[in-house]
């Protein structure tokens, strides 16, 4: 390969390395940049039955209920609910008062089916002793940024 | 502050300066690996939340803010080897990138190993993975600029305009968690109300990423004298090569 | 020590973190030792007959090859 081939080639990989950085911003910001909607996001623009979306919020407590190899719960920001149901692995971090993100869609009833269930966690990190003392104090409001910024 | 930088674009000097430093990084690297590993691993409690996985942190975040920082780092390097013309500048950069590159590709599998256990995948698009690929690729961009020319200071030019153009992922990769709905959660560290981490948790993490930001001013000083001397040799052969054609 | 190694069952993830961590990062740093012995191999002929001639200027023009 002559020097000035073997640079062309270099410098094409560099431009197809760029393409694909600027492909991977294009594909993230699909959607118009949304990665998931919340219960009020969907209020504010309802989503059709049968579009594919991620649906994003907290589990609502008391919500959870095992029907055989089917869950159901409801997805709430502390403004809107809407109730989900799903067959498949939860993931180990699932549960009520806990964050969550499922991807699916609506069905004609207005119930999200999700297709994937994903655990969302906050950014508190702390050992479990003293999470046990401040839920005993009843200082236990580990809010994080995000549910405060809605 | 300007004006005593520009002795160490002198590369003898820049060499003197590094050979000083290497045995205190290589000795803080030793003692903050050792240090933080054990607190990591062994002297530190789990989380209530995510268990015995919140050990992947001390190996995820390190790497993760050091993929950041290098980054920074380079592209600072590059504008002041392209503004004052300084090849030690180009150099540095050039040194530093393959070990930004590592941190990169570290943070985005130990965050993959974090993420299936805790969030039920290994891999989502939101925008903090999604803009950390895009560095990814950048490191591996400037690396493959350099490659590409024969011409060292062409290459120089080139690669100094990718990773300042770059640059704006940076700010883009520290807030993405703020701008969008993601996935991946808000800073733990750098926060307004402070660290959102427990003490006994903040301490491996501080020590794990004292010890990489050492072992990374190692390694750069390692290779930007292994890149200085290649320099320095590139010359060296291109005057024999020039004598012996003169000679005919 | 077992429940050391079994990292509250999630072993499969944690062990793989630190070991890939520790597995690149020392090549990492083998790699750029090796290449600066490299260079200052290739460099050394260069380095010693710039000595020499700095030792013997008077004979510089005999010097050149």
Known sequence: MTRKRRRLYFVFAAVAVLGLAATLVLMSFEDSLV???????????????????????????GSVVKDGVEIRFVVTDMAENVPVRFRGLIPDLFREGQGVVAEGQLDEQGVFVASNVLAKHDENYMPPEVAESLKKAGHWEPKSEQEEAN | MAVDLHRFANPARFMRLTDAIFPWSLGLTVLLLASGLYYALIASPQDYQQGETVRIMFVHVPAAWMALSVYSMMAISAAVGWIWKHPVADLSAKAAAPAGACFCFLALVTGALWGQPMWGTYWVWDARLTSMLILFFLYLGYMAIWEAFDDQSKAAKAAAILVIIGAINIPVIKFSVDWWNTLHQPASVATMEGPKIHSSILTPLLLMAGAYTALFVTIFIIRVKAEILDRRLRIMRMNQVQEKGLKG | MQEFLNMGGYA??????????????????????????????????????????????????????
Request: without cysteine; hydrophobic residues 40%; positive net charge.
């Open chain 1, 35 to 61: 990665f998931f909607r919340s219960p009020s996001d969907l209020a504010e623009k309802p989503m059709p039955a049968g579009r594919n979306f991620r649906l994003g919020g907290l589990v609502a407590e």
């Open chain 3, 12 to 65: 499969e993830f944690v062990w793989p973190s630190y070991g890939v961590s520790v597995l690149l990062l020392v090549a990492l740093v083998i790699a750029s030792v090796r290449r600066l012995r490299r260079v200052e191999r290739d460099l050394k002929p260069f380095e010693d007959a710039r000595k020499a001639r700095r030792r013997r200027p008077a004979r510089q023009e005999s010097m050149s090859s």
